[in-house]
């Protein structure tokens, strides 16, 4: 699975790939907040950054499980 990730703000339009640790600094900096939207590959749809860990002590979380079968690596549309 990728370890890297696709983000945007309501609005905006999808950034990325990026890793985990530079979301932490983009949170760090105030650049993105809990409500701000995450995706990577695995993962069904977008989802909130502060339910997928962003600013705790989470290390690289792993995307809630998927039902649905395995997309291409590319962030759906916001």
Sequence with gaps: ???TWYYHRLG???RGPVSWT???RLH???RLSGSDR???DGMAEWMPAGSLGLG????DPQPPP???PPRPPQPPQP
């Design 28 to 30: 760090s900096e105030g």
């Design 12 to 14: 905006g339009q999808p």
């Design 56 to 59: 705790t002590a989470v290390t």
């Design 38 to 40: 995450l995706w990577r």
């Design 22 to 24: 530079d979301l932490e």
């Design 66 to 68: 998927v039902s649905a």
């Design 1 to 3: 699975m990728s370890k």
